[in-house]
């Protein structure tokens, strides 16, 4: 499939998302569980994405010291929990990174 | 009643621009990591209109380079951007007497930025009745932004060496979102056990552990939530 199809369906599924409750509102009674289910769709998606590009860099586990990714994703962490900038996340991660011995 | 919308909106664009200075290199380092994973130039830069999603951009690359078939990363990039029913549903009752352009352009320009200074402006100041021009300042403001930095990644980003590890900026920018979003108990589960079934699965064809992560995390924070009622 052309990358401009895919890419056009995926423009498509966003807007959607990001129009669904504006444009349902007023129209569409939601079940009651599903507005509980929301504030933990960031958190769960996002987690899910770091933890395996932290400890599995290569396709298996590895909990090491040498492994850079995950020493510079732990120093990430810390940072984004004591300065909340994403500018000097990215900064502290990519510095621990480079210069990690691995 | 026009000099009050351009107060709104110039005030929209201003209380953005702080969050660009964070936005601007992520642009460029999105504009350099598409061309590496074999986007042309021109679908790169269109990416960034048709999606105008940071994270689910920086994903999109990522799943083409890793060769996944088109409906498994529709659905992650539909997955990805799930977090913005939030938003969505937060600004309805807000706009809903605007007519249907006016919704139409907000939810396009509806990210998780134009969100956090939107929020902000309803806790701090009256609501006027030109409002909505604040919401389209900041959107527009982030999507120039956006833009722009696109555009300079793209140019500069096919002198970058190769061998740059360009894709670790898509964790740490998640990291710099979620961490801050983990304020109490319910949410640690919520990331400890996403986490923990995204290693479990991660040897699932199509990167489909993504999905039974997510699913997983969010399951065991409904049943937290509903317990504590």
């Known amino acids: 499939m052309s990358v401009w199809l895919i890419m056009g369906l995926c423009g498509v599924v966003t807007f959607a998302i990001r129009l669904s409750f504006i444009a349902a509102e007023g129209k569409v009674a939601f079940p009651p569980g599903f507005r509980r289910l929301l504030p933990f769709v960031p958190v769960a998606t996002l987690t899910a994405l770091v933890i395996p590009e932290l400890l599995m860099p290569q396709g298996t586990l590895w909990l090491a010291w040498d492994n850079a990714r995950l020493m510079a994703g732990v120093a990430a962490i810390v940072i984004a929990a004591t300065t909340r900038s994403v500018p000097w996340t990215l900064v502290g991660g990519f510095v621990v990174l480079g210069v990690w011995p691995a | ?229």
């Not at chain 2, 909505?132 to 002198?159: M, N, P």
């Open chain 2, 1 to 229: 009643m026009v000099a009050s919308a351009f107060r709104e909106f110039r005030a929209g664009a201003l209380a953005l621009a702080p969050l660009l200075v964070g936005v601007m290199p992520f642009g460029m380092i999105y504009g350099a990591l598409a061309l590496s994973q074999g986007l042309s130039p021109a679908a790169a830069l269109a990416m960034s209109t048709i999606l105008f999603a940071g994270s689910a951009q920086f994903l999109f690359c990522q799943l083409l380079g890793a060769g996944v078939p088109a409906p498994v990363m529709v659905a992650e990039v539909g997955l990805l951007n799930l977090r913005h029913t939030l938003y969505s549903a937060a600004l309805a009752p807000r706009i809903a007497h605007l007519p249907r352009r006016w919704k139409l352009a907000l939810a396009y320009l509806l990210t998780d930025e134009a969100y956090a200074v939107i929020a902000r402006r309803e806790t701090v100041a009256d609501a006027g009745p030109d409002r909505h021009w604040f919401y389209l300042g900041a959107g527009l403001a982030l999507w120039s932004g956006w833009q722009l930095s696109t555009a300079a990644g793209v140019v500069v980003g096919a002198r970058l060496p190769t061998d740059w590890p360009l894709d670790f900026a898509l964790p740490l920018t998640f990291i710099a979102i979620v961490v801050p979003l983990i304020r109490n108990r319910t949410l640690l589960a919520v990331a400890v056990v996403s986490g923990i079934v995204a290693l479990l699965a991660a040897g699932l064809p199509f990167k489909l552990g993504l999905l039974a992560a997510a699913l997983a995390g969010m399951a065991v924070g409904w049943r937290l939530a509903g317990r504590m009622r």
